[in-house]
């Protein structure tokens, strides 16, 4: 056999034509419309391609765009990444700055390359006070801000705060160029956050000004204005909202500061921009990617040069899908966000504890959470590669369909008169509801799965306890937004609080499964059925299968059950129904499946509700819950 002759694989097998694939497809469907099955609508109001090819990309104006070339969207300075990579930022929040510039310097020496301080504020007062300048140096001591730049986002009452830093700075005789700080303010998310400022609009621009003059005058690289986007991802806001409102609140903070006389070349270096990293990993990667695009865009409409046109972003993993229940499965969500923060080209990166929601701070999760950057970083190589999403035809596409929208969420907060007369007259709140809304629907009816949660909950799991937040029972209020503050949104939470309730009602809640026929007529829907009960805290009972409807009565009723749910074939259940029902009179009957044609025949005959897919889990289950006697929360 002649093994040397060239192979001609191209020319033997001819690539297929989109039209021939998109015919292979459309057999496999057997009817089903193809746009509606294969097309994908997401929150942000993109429609996502079944595929993407080639000539996809024609259409994108930043292709040829290098790293460290603008619009930035591959990254600011890949020399840099790849000799750094990004910044490995944790929260500190520990009240006792001794204790706090400990453990400070302990996880510096355990792979942290920057200091993220969270400061006490009036809806959390977890964290540092900072009152004098000694206050400072206990916390910075044998810290070199050089090597791990220091991270806080400042409230405005934290102004003296910024102000001690200064003084800091200057005392420690730190050159102006040396240093890289994230320490700034943002009075638009604040106020969103909080629904409320303690100081007048006045007031909040003179301590911006301040802090203006003295990053220009003292410390080159402290990006005193940090625009904080995760406020509006914790309510459930899109992407497109996420970077719309980052771009209008920027928007609203450079025409205010011109008019003051500072050009953009001076301003755009004092900014940075604060991401939620959330679950869906390539949304998310475009996410990065698309605020650097529309930085630069914007940048770039206000005059400014390209070196201008730079962003600094820090990623923190998303909170609003985060559950009490089956925690460790947070450590997998934290995992996949951090890892689409870093594709996507983040400059510093928070990964939140998996335990948040349920216990103070503890050495062993921040060591997980920690842990999870660096072997990213030192085992997964990704420090060595710049923007490796590149070249991706659906994420190229992604990015720009992404920042395409952004700048017409963007225009339409303009078009109110910007981003804090919209804030003012609750068009933000509205327009967060609705995807908000629409994420707890999805969950609900379980086409968003939430591990441990929605699908695959533990029954065995002990019951968790909330960790409470303290705030401050009074705090001074200027200025009030009517809207109030943005509710902070786990969309788990209506599901967890009902399985709680059940678990905790001491009720007979027993789901006694009637599997009918062999175990390829019942398996799929007792397993489905066992699923959907086990979400909201039920006990469910799944036997083997019956072959007679007399054996299935007689084991339900030894079984004390407080329902019976049937789980066998449609066409089953054409007999089993009659049967069963007229057996069982007075017993809640719950049908596994919707026989629409057979639907309202077999509530006549005593089904008393319906399990499916795409059923409502939650009002379902809620509904059945008040009729085994289990009440609402107080």
């Not at 990993?281 to 040069?305: D, P, Q, T």
């Not at 503050?485 to 609080?497: I, K």
Request: negative net charge.
């Amino acid at each position: 056999m002649e093994w040397d002759k060239e192979l001609k694989l191209l020319e033997d097998f001819p690539p297929p034509t989109y039209e021939e694939w998109r015919k292979a497809v459309e057999d496999t469907l057997k009817g089903a419309d193809f746009d509606k099955v294969m097309y994908t609508k997401t929150y942000e109001g993109i429609t996502l391609k079944p595929i993407y090819r080639r000539e996809d990309l024609n259409t994108l104006s930043f292709l040829d765009s290098l790293p460290g070339k603008a619009p930035y969207v591959r990254g600011n300075n890949p020399n840099k990444f790849l000799n750094e990579g990004w910044l490995i930022a944790q929260s500190h929040r520990e009240s006792d700055l001794k204790e706090l510039n400990a453990q400070i310097l302990k996880e510096l020496q355990l792979g942290l390359t920057a200091v993220n301080i969270q400061l006490k504020h009036d809806d959390d007062l977890r964290g540092a006070s900072i009152k004098s300048i000694d206050d400072l140096r206990a916390i910075c001591a044998a810290i070199d801000l050089r090597a791990a730049p220091l991270f806080m986002q400042l409230d405005m009452e934290d102004f003296p705060v910024f102000m001690l830093l200064d003084q800091y700075i200057q005392e420690r005789g730190y050159a102006r160029e040396e240093l890289q700080l994230g320490v700034g303010f943002d009075p638009i998310s604040e106020f969103a956050r909080k629904g409320y400022l303690s100081f007048s609009w006045d007031e909040v621009w003179g301590r911006i000004e301040d802090s203006v003059e003295i990053a220009q005058k003292n410390v080159s690289g402290l990006r005193c204005i940090s625009i904080d986007g995760s406020v509006y991802s914790a309510a459930g806001a899109s992407s497109t909202q996420e970077l719309g409102l980052i771009l209008a609140t920027a928007i609203f903070y450079l025409q205010n500061l011109q008019d003051k006389g500072w050009s953009i070349e001076q301003l755009s270096p004092l900014f940075q921009v604060k991401l939620a990293l959330g679950p869906n990993f390539f949304m998310e990667i475009a996410k990065v990617r698309a605020m650097r695009l529309l930085w630069s865009e914007m940048i770039k409409a206000f005059g400014g040069k390209e070196e201008a046109q730079k962003v600094w972003i820090h990623g923190k993993t998303a909170t609003f899908n985060q559950s009490l229940y089956d925690v460790y499965v947070n450590l997998l969500r934290n995992a996949t966000e951090a890892f689409s923060g870093i594709i996507g080209g983040v400059d510093s990166l928070e990964v939140g504890r998996f335990n948040e929601l349920t216990s103070e701070e503890d050495e062993f999760s921040r060591r997980l959470a920690r842990n999870q950057q660096i072997i990213l970083k030192e085992e997964s190589h990704f420090d060595k590669v710049v923007d490796p999403a590149g070249g991706s035809y659906y994420l190229e596409n992604l990015t720009q369909d992404l920042a395409s929208q952004a700048w017409k969420y963007m225009q339409e907060l303009e078009a109110e008169d910007g981003v804090l007369n919209a804030l003012k007259k609750g068009k933000i709140h509205s327009d967060i509801e609705k995807v908000a809304n629409a994420r707890k629907e999805a969950m609900r009816k379980r086409k968003d799965i939430y591990v441990g949660v929605n699908l695959y909950a533990n029954p065995d799991e002990n019951l968790p306890t909330r960790i409470q937040i303290p705030t401050e029972s009074n705090p001074i209020k200027i200025e009030v937004l009517d809207a109030g503050a943005l509710p902070q949104l786990r969309v788990v939470e209506e599901l967890e609080n009902l399985r709680t309730r059940v678990m905790q009602s001491g009720k007979n809640t027993k789901i006694f499964l009637m599997n009918m026929g062999t175990i390829n007529d019942y398996r799929v829907r007792a397993d489905f059925a066992t699923g959907f009960f086990q979400a909201g805290g039920f006990t469910v009972i799944s036997p083997q299968g019956f072959m007679t409807v007399e054996d299935a009565i007689k084991t339900a009723k030894e079984s004390n059950a407080a329902a019976y749910c049937i789980c066998s074939t449609d066409e089953k259940y054409n007999e089993l129904v009659p049967e069963i029902c007229s057996a069982l009179p007075d017993s809640f009957l719950i049908l596994a499946g919707y026989p629409k044609d057979k639907v309202d025949d077999f509530k006549e005959k005593g089904i008393k509700m319906f399990i499916y897919m795409g059923a409502d889990i939650v009002e379902t289950l809620d509904a059945f819950a008040k009729k085994l006697g289990v009440e609402n929360e107080a």
